[in-house]
C-alpha cells in the first residue's frame, strides 16, 4: 500500500507515543501500535516490513516456542525483531514495527518473529504475508473468546496468504491441514512407551474424518486429538513427517530428532510432553530454516524456559512448583494435571487459573472447567486440592464431581488463605498453578507458604 499523509501522522504520533512511554518508565505496552491503528485502520498494510516475517500461532506453546526460537537465534548471533515484550494481537506487533523503524518507519532488522494470537488473523493476516508460519497446535480455548476450533481455522485459512510456508505439528490433525494449497513441514513425535498408558481424556476435537465422515483409526492416541491417525475410507490423515522425534530419554534429557539430514540429539530443556512439543517445533523450524546442528544443538544446550511458566525452588525440603495452567483452555490445565500425577510423590495443588478480570469486568464463563480432566486428580499422589479466587467454589464443586473424596478438597477465595490450608506434614510438593493473569496472587500464595514452611523450621 502507499504510505500517505495519514500514515505518517499515524507513524510519528505513535513514535511521540512511546518516547512519552519511555520517560515516565513504563515499558511493554502497546499504546503506541493502538494509536497507529486508531489513526490509520489499516497502518499494518502501509508500514514496510522486513525481508522474512516468521508468524508463530497456536493455541498453546506459541510464547516458549517463539522465546526459545528468538534464544536460540540470538545465541547464534542472527539479529530481529520481535514483540516478546509487547501483545501479540495487532496492535502489538504495530508497535514493534514502529518501535524498530527508523523516523519515516523504514525497518532496522531484516528479520522479524512475531508470536500472533490467531483470533487476530482478520487484523493481521491480510498486512501481514509471512514467509514462514508455526503452528504449535490447534485446540479448544477459551469460549467466549474463540468460539469453538473450526471457527479459528476458518479465520487463518480465510486470511493465510498461500506463499506461507507452513512447520506444523503432524500429531495434530487439525494444525497439520491448515491451508491445504500452501507448502508444509511437519514435525512430530513417535509412538512413546508412555502413550500405551494414556489416559482417556474429556475432550477429542476430531473423531471423524472431515472428508467422509469415516471414524478415523488411530496408530496412537497421545492425549485429546493429538497422535496419529488414518481415515479407512478415503485415506485423509496424518501426514509424512518430516522431523520426527523417536526417543527420549528423560534420565539425561535428550531426544533423539529424525531429520532429512539423518538423526541427531539435543538437550529437553523440560520435563512435560509439552516441554517436547515446543522443543520439537522451534528445533524442525530453525534447522529447516537454515541453522545446522551444531548451531541449534550447542545454543539449545545454554537455552532455558521461562521460569515464570515453570520454576521449581526448594525450601525446607519441600518443593515448590510455580507453573501455569492456561485459564479457560481445558486441554492446557489437563496437560499440567496429568503432568503432576505423573511426577508422583505426594502433592498439594493451589489452584489459581481463574478470570482475573471476574469481579471487576466480567463474570467468568465456567462451563469451561467441566471440559478440564479433574478426573486426572483422583491419583492418589494428590493429597489436597485448595482452589481459590471468586469463584473457588465452582472449582470444588468441579473436583467433588470428578470423584475426588472431600476431605482432599477445600475452597479459600484469597491466595494467602489457600496457602494456609495447605498440610505441611503430608505433603512434599505444592504445585500453585496460576493463570497469565494471576501470577501476582500467585506470588502473594508461594510468600505465604515460604514463610509458614520457614516458621515451622524455626518452631
Same mark, same amino acid.
Given at each position: 500500500m502507499k504510505r500517505t499523509f495519514r500514515f505518517y501522522f499515524a507513524l510519528f504520533f505513535a513514535k511521540c507515543t512511546a518516547l512519552v512511554l519511555k520517560l515516565i518508565g513504563r515499558k511493554g505496552t502497546s499504546m503506541p501500535g493502538s494509536w497507529a491503528i486508531i489513526l490509520c485502520p489499516d497502518f499494518l498494510g502501509r508500514m514496510p516490513l522486513p525481508e522474512q516475517v516468521v508468524l508463530v500461532a497456536g493455541t498453546n506453546g506459541k510464547t516458549t516456542v517463539s522465546n +526459545?526460537?528468538?534464544? *536460540? %537465534?540470538?545465541?547464534?548471533?542472527?539479529?530481529?525483531?520481535? @514483540?516478546?515484550?509487547?501483545? @501479540? $494481537? @495487532? !496492535?502489538? =506487533?504495530?508497535?514493534?514495527? =514502529?518501535?524498530?523503524?527508523?523516523? &519515516?518507519?523504514?525497518?532496522?532488522?531484516?528479520?522479524? =518473529?512475531?508470536? &500472533?494470537?490467531?483470533? #487476530?488473523?482478520? %487484523? =493481521? %493476516?491480510?498486512? *501481514?504475508?509471512?514467509q514462514a508460519f508455526l503452528c504449535t497446535n490447534l485446540c479448544r480455548d477459551a469460549l467466549d473468546r474463540n468460539a469453538n476450533v473450526d471457527f479459528i481455522v476458518k479465520l487463518l485459512n480465510d486470511n493465510l496468504w498461500d506463499g506461507a510456508k507452513l512447520v506444523v505439528n503432524g500429531d495434530d490433525l487439525i494444525a497439520s491441514h491448515l491451508a491445504p494449497g500452501n507448502k508444509r513441514v511437519c514435525f512430530g513425535i513417535s509412538e512413546l512407551p508412555r502413550d500405551r498408558e494414556a489416559r482417556p481424556n474429556l475432550v477429542r476435537d476430531i473423531v471423524a474424518c472431515p472428508q467422509c465422515d469415516t471414524p478415523l483409526q488411530y496408530d496412537f492416541l497421545r492425549y485429546n486429538h493429538i497422535g496419529r491417525a488414518k481415515c479407512p475410507q478415503c485415506g485423509w490423515g496424518t501426514f509424512p513427517i518430516d522431523y520426527d522425534c523417536t526417543q527420549v530419554d528423560m534420565d539425561s534429557m535428550r531426544f533423539t530428532l529424525q531429520t532429512p539430514e539423518g538423526e541427531e540429539s539435543y538437550r529437553l530443556p523440560g520435563?512435560?510432553?509439552?516441554?517436547?512439543?515446543?522443543?520439537? !517445533?522451534? $528445533?524442525? &523450524? +530453525?534447522?529447516?530454516?537454515?541453522?545446522?546442528?551444531?548451531? $541449534? #544443538? #550447542?545454543?539449545?544446550?545454554? $537455552?532455558?524456559?521461562?521460569?515464570?511458566?515453570?520454576?521449581v525452588e526448594e525450601v525446607g525440603g519441600k518443593e515448590i512448583i510455580f507453573c501455569l495452567a492456561k485459564g479457560q483452555s481445558p486441554i492446557a490445565s489437563s496437560r499440567v494435571f496429568d503432568f503432576i500425577t505423573q511426577r508422583g510423590g505426594s502433592a498439594a495443588i493451589i489452584l489459581l487459573n481463574y478470570d482475573s478480570h471476574d469481579q471487576a469486568h466480567s463474570s467468568e464463563n465456567m462451563g469451561w472447567i467441566y471440559e478440564v480432566d479433574y478426573e486426572f486428580l483422583r491419583d492418589g499422589c494428590v493429597k489436597q486440592l485448595i482452589p481459590t479466587g471468586n469463584r473457588c467454589y465452582d472449582y470444588q464443586v468441579r473436583a467433588l464431581l470428578a470423584g475426588m473424596e472431600p476431605e482432599r478438597v477445600c475452597a479459600a477465595p484469597k491466595p494467602e488463605e489457600a496457602a494456609a490450608l495447605v498440610d505441611l506434614d503430608k505433603v512434599d510438593k505444592v504445585y500453585i498453578l496460576h493463570a497469565v493473569f494471576t501470577v501476582g496472587?500467585?506470588?502473594?500464595?508461594r510468600e505465604e507458604l515460604i514463610r509458614r514452611i520457614n516458621g515451622k523450621e524455626v518452631g
Open positions: +526459545l526460537v528468538e534464544d *536460540i %537465534l540470538t545465541k547464534n548471533g542472527v539479529e530481529y525483531l520481535c @514483540n516478546r515484550d509487547g501483545a @501479540n $494481537v @495487532n !496492535t502489538g =506487533i504495530a508497535s514493534s514495527l =514502529i518501535a524498530d523503524s527508523t523516523l &519515516f518507519g523504514r525497518p532496522r532488522h531484516k528479520l522479524a =518473529i512475531f508470536e &500472533f494470537d490467531e483470533r #487476530s488473523a482478520p %487484523l =493481521i %493476516l491480510p498486512y *501481514i504475508k509471512p520435563e512435560n510432553i509439552t516441554d517436547l512439543y515446543n522443543t520439537v !517445533t522451534a $528445533v524442525s &523450524f +530453525l534447522r529447516d530454516w537454515g541453522l545446522s546442528y551444531q548451531q $541449534v #544443538s #550447542s545454543a539449545l544446550e545454554q $537455552v532455558e524456559l521461562a521460569r515464570s511458566r515453570y520454576d496472587d500467585a506470588r502473594r500464595a
